[in-house]
Nanobody
Framework: VQLQASGGGVVQAGGSLRLSCAASGRTFSRNAMGWFRQAPGKERECVASISWRGGSIYYEDSVKGRFTISRDNAKSTVYLQMDSLKPEDTAVYYC???????????????????WGRGTLVTVSS
């Protein structure tokens, strides 16, 4: 079982990036999915999450209106579109899948049992 995040890179402030997280080994179409980030010296935080059907979505306050989470269950992939990026968005971004079936848009890392390797996003000023 593997979650593979991709799409990170270096971008100037105000730019955009699209992160993707593909699942292999099993499907997570019935699991909540989340994107977390961890900046140097800071705790990991949930920036966005989406329920198993996509009907419920959570955004951390600082990314509301700038980030958009979506999922394509047929492709076992979840996306994070990041627009109007700011230097404070610089972090390693992780995708995660919830442990319970038919999960909601959880923001707590404790609800997620499966984690991918991170992808680094660097926003220059």
């Amino acid at each position: 079982v593997q979650l593979q995040a991709s799409g990170g890179g270096v971008v100037q402030a105000g730019g955009s990036l699209r992160l993707s997280c593909a699942a292999s080994g099993r499907t997570f179409s019935r699991n909540a999915m989340g994107w977390f980030r961890q900046a140097p010296g800071k705790e990991r935080e949930c920036v966005a999450s989406i329920s198993w059907r996509g009907g419920s979505i959570y955004y951390e306050d600082s990314v509301k209106g700038r980030f958009t989470i979506s999922r394509d269950n047929a492709k076992s992939t979840v996306y994070l579109q990041m627009d109007s990026l700011k230097p404070e968005d610089t972090a390693v971004y992780y995708c995660a899948a919830g442990g319970a079936l038919y999960g909601g848009a959880y923001s707590s890392s404790g609800e997620y049992n499966y984690w991918g390797r991170g992808t680094l996003v660097t926003v220059s000023s």
